[in-house]
């Protein structure tokens, strides 16, 4: 899917630069994954502490099956 940015060359420039990358668009891509995956990990951790735990719970018998 074609899709038409107006996005800083300075930091384009930058990242290919920083990241290795050999065109604009892998540097993009990475960048956005990137992202994805950070976000991700802020709403994880903003879990601990809300999850109720079954202290019964016997986790070397679940890795047994």
Excluded: P, W
Excluded at 12 to 39: D, F, N
Excluded at 53 to 63: G, L
């Amino acid at each position: 899917m074609a899709t038409n940015l107006a996005l800083d060359d300075k930091l384009i420039s930058q990242a290919q630069k920083i990241g290795h990358h050999k065109t604009k668009k892998e540097a993009v891509t990475t960048a956005l994954k990137e992202y994805i995956a950070r976000k991700k990990q802020v709403e994880i951790f903003e879990l601990f502490g809300k999850i109720d735990f079954d202290k019964d719970y016997d986790y070397k018998k679940a890795r047994a099956r």
